[in-house]
């Protein structure tokens, strides 16, 4: 795979620091073995997450300057509603903080404790505020999606067989929504096919119910579809995401994300009349909770910068020499025989930790295993997805056991080079070598909601 080169120049840096082994064992140690309890200043390349981590345009800092800081009505906020129009089609669009503010105002307003919630795979924060409101998760991902090693050009489709029967077993009224994770970042940053949305949609419109698109990542998720549906092969990003937007009626959208920004996010509604009650109580737990309606929690700074995100997020060159980037280092592991889910996704590379580490069961967490012992060898921070993210059956309270048992490998925009991809790929490879000796884990300490994020842990075998 050749390294495609970056469609931008470099215009500041900032200095990373190489770390001992040393260093790296008390820094997890400290950590309670906990990669989210890292310091910045102890990682040298940081994978955690592709989330607000990107590196600002120098369009984007200069926007800045003109943030309008006005509380009620600010010039900011109009010219992103402007742009956020013309993007999406959608009649309403409201600004939060991030993307989990948005689940926070929009999940109340849509579902009845009872009711379930249905996706092609909610990722973390939408499964636990689907479940703190007393929604019942139901993930409904198609089979392809299930086996890393297969590939399949839209591993992250909704089973739409699963899906119809559901809604002729339970009935449409105990379905609160469904919800269209693109790209479908719990299986890998895998995409959905606009057939698969179409279909979904259909289904919905069918039975009434609400269908929800979880946009973080939709700019990558259309070139996705640019690239392998031959009916868009002539089509612009802009138009394909526009047609996908238009098989929703709602969306919630991180925009750390494809908008490139270190903070953000957003909430839109298409049809402005037919929906008329829920924006009302959209409106009603903006105000309280994230601020007044045209500022949400953001500064006129982040407005601006949202703005002109949204627009260098759907530039055709730089998206190819982003997904590009998680090519080239899957073709790095290739290379040194490390599985992954195959093909990559857009946002980055998702170790198959199972394979690589098959003594270790599913219950000591192989992905977060893989994850720490990444950080051990080469101070490269990164996140489990697997069973260690799932909390507990909200219904049974046992553990849930993931599809798949993945070390994620996000990748921030514009900020990582060729040669920190080679670094990555090296480490993993010295790992492989050594995998046996890899420890399993246990929690020792966790919440009852997104325990991930705060659980302490030891290696199993530890006192």
């Known amino acids: 795979m050749k390294y495609i080169a970056e469609p931008f120049k470099i215009k500041m840096v900032e200095p990373i620091r190489v770390t001992t082994k040393e260093e790296r064992i008390r820094a997890v140690e400290a950590a309670d073995y906990n990669n989210f309890g890292l310091r910045s200043e102890d990682i040298y390349i940081d994978l955690l997450t592709d989330s607000g981590t990107g590196a600002l345009s120098d369009q984007q800092w200069a926007g800045m300057m003109l943030g309008d800081e006005t509380y009620s009505g600010s010039r900011s906020y109009f010219r992103m509603l402007d742009i956020a129009k013309s993007i999406f089609g959608y009649d309403y669009i409201q600004p939060v903080h991030q993307g989990r503010a948005a689940e926070k105002v929009l999940f109340p307003v849509i579902v009845e404790p009872g009711q379930i919630a249905v996706s092609n795979t909610f990722f973390d924060t939408t499964r636990g505020h689907a479940t703190l409101t007393g929604a019942i998760p139901v993930d409904l991902l198609c ?214 580490l098959p003594h270790i069961p599913w219950h000591q967490f192989p992905g977060h295993a893989l994850a720490v012992e990444l950080y051990l060898e080469a101070g490269i921070r990164t996140c489990e997805i697997g069973s260690f993210m799932l909390d507990a059956d909200p219904v049974t309270g046992e553990p849930q056991r993931a599809t798949s048992e993945f070390t994620r490998l996000a990748l921030p925009r514009r900020v990582y080079t060729q040669g920190h991809l080679n670094v990555v790929a090296e480490a993993l490879a010295a790992i492989k070598e050594r995998a046996h000796t890899v420890p399993g884990y246990e929690i020792i300490k966790q919440g009852k909601v997104l325990r991930h994020f705060t659980a302490s842990l030891r290696p199993i075998g530890n006192e």
């Open 143 to 356: 089979e392809e999606g299930k086996n890393p090693s297969e590939y399949a050009d839209f591993k992250g489709n909704m089973d739409i067989a699963a899906l119809e029967s559901l809604v002729a077993q339970q009935g449409p009224e105990k379905i609160a929504c469904i919800v269209m994770t693109i790209t479908n970042n719990s299986v890998g940053g895998q995409p959905v096919s606009m057939a698969n949305m179409r279909e979904v949609s259909r289904v919905a419109r069918e039975h009434g119910i609400l269908l929800v698109i979880d946009a973080a990542r939709y700019a990558e998720n259309a070139y996705f579809i640019k690239q392998r549906e031959p009916e868009f092969a002539n089509a612009s990003i802009r138009d394909i995401a526009k047609e996908f937007f238009s098989l929703g009626d709602v969306f919630t959208m991180s925009a750390k994300k494809d908008a490139i920004v270190s903070m953000g996010g957003l909430i839109a509604v298409r049809d402005e009349k037919a929906n008329a009650n829920l924006i009302t109580g959209i409106k009603s737990y903006v105000v309280p909770s994230e601020g007044f309606i045209t500022y949400g929690g953001l500064s006129g700074r982040d407005l601006e910068t949202l703005a002109t995100g949204l627009e260098e997020g759907l530039d055709e060159d730089y998206l190819r020499y982003r997904i590009g980037q998680a090519e080239y280092l899957a073709a790095r592991l290739d290379e040194h025989g490390i599985a992954y889910q195959n093909p990559v996704g857009g946002h980055g590379v998702f170790v198959d930790a199972g394979a690589l």
